[in-house]
């Protein structure tokens, strides 16, 4: 069971970054859809994806080892 929550994990995170990394774009797009509201919360989800993106890789790359 840990073993395949941990092999779980790493991806999940990966589908979620990508998620929040689509909603930036769609807002750049269509700001009056308001999909992320204040200037630095759009900077502190940017920084949360692409952190979230390093470690899924890092993890995925050490699994398949």
């Known amino acids: 069971m840990k ?14 970054a990508l998620m929040f990394l689509v909603l930036l774009v769609l807002h750049e797009y269509n ?11 759009r900077i502190w989800l940017l920084a949360f994806c692409v952190l979230a993106i390093a470690n899924s890789v890092v993890c995925i790359v050490r699994e398949r080892r």
């Open 31 to 41: 700001p009056y859809m308001n999909f992320i509201g204040s200037s630095v919360s």
């Open 3 to 16: 073993r395949l929550l941990l092999a779980i994990l790493p991806h999940a995170v990966l589908v979620l």
